[in-house]
């Protein structure tokens, strides 16, 4: 069973330091993560240092082998990531990016043949039900779709880690449904470690197996979502007061009732 492990994590922007020295109980491969917090808590930050994308202290270990200091390039075998807003004015078709992203490095397979990679990138833009956007423009895409192809993007290298920024902020509610269905699929499936950025604490609570809690760059809670979505977290991290309850098809939801005074 795959495994990350982060001790001691600092990270930061030049001389401001965002996270300061976070630790986690062993994020297991099989099972999603779900990285909530107030704007600014961190969340992105955190993403972006497992991804390797900012000097980093500490240690992030995947299967007991050290991620810090290693070369970029060798990092993506392992690791993808899906930022927040994916870059603008990319002249590339979907279809172009995803074969791009699989040329850039060998995958952890190594390097496909050109049909292969084919092949591989038109099944997974049929599994995400956007196969007849194969040939469209990224800079015609509308704000939902380029999230699609910003997923097909992590997704077509069969990472072992999968980063994702909120995924879902631009997607319809059926599209939210059926990319989170998808990633819990493909996590079980794969084994992936899944670490997921979300603000609706109602998708949260219905496809994380785990909830990491993040306010001020420390690490509030981690648990189950039973154990951390708890009206007394939700005051003290997001200073709100709130219900936990559950709907009658017996999923948790989380009802704000009201800002609490700061
Ligand atoms: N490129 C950057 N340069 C300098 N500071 C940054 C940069 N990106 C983020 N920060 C700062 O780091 C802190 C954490 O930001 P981060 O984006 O990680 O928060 P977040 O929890 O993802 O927030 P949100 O929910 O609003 O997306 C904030 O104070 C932010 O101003």
Do not use: F, W
Not at 31 to 49: D, V
Request: with cysteine; net charge neutral.
């Amino acid at each position: 069973m795959k495994q990350l492990e982060i001790q001691g994590l600092t990270l930061g922007y030049g001389r401001r330091e965002i996270l300061h020295g976070a630790s986690l109980d062993a994020l297991r491969g099989g099972a999603i993560t779900a990285l909530i917090g107030p704007n600014g808590a961190g969340k992105s930050t955190l993403l972006r240092g497992l991804a390797g994308l900012l000097p980093a202290r500490g240690s992030v270990r995947l299967d007991g082998q050290e991620m810090i200091g290693l070369r970029l390039e060798h990092r993506a075998r392992h690791i993808a990531y899906m930022p927040q807003s994916l870059p603008q004015g990319v002249a590339l078709t979907v279809m172009e990016a995803l074969l791009g992203a699989l040329r850039a490095s060998p995958t952890a397979e190594g390097q496909l043949s050109a049909s292969a990679a084919t092949e591989r990138a038109l099944d997974l833009l049929e599994q995400l039900g956007i196969p007849h956007l194969a040939l469209v423009g990224l800079d015609r895409l509308s704000g939902g779709q380029r999230q699609l192809a910003g997923l097909a993007q992590a997704l077509v290298r069969r990472p072992q880690v999968l980063l994702l920024d909120e995924p879902t902020s631009a997607l319809d509610l059926r599209y939210q449904l059926s990319v989170m269905e998808l990633v819990r699929k493909l996590t079980r499936q794969h084994g992936l470690v899944t670490v997921v950025v979300v603000h609706d604490l109602a998708l949260a609570a219905r496809y994380a197996d785990e909830v990491v809690m993040l306010a001020g760059g420390t690490i509030r809670a981690q648990g189950t979502p039973e154990a951390t979505l708890t009206p007394a977290m939700l005051a003290e991290v997001y200073g709100v007061s709130a219900r936990v309850e559950r709907c009658s098809h017996g999923h948790l939801q989380v009802l704000a009732d009201a800002a609490l005074p700061a």
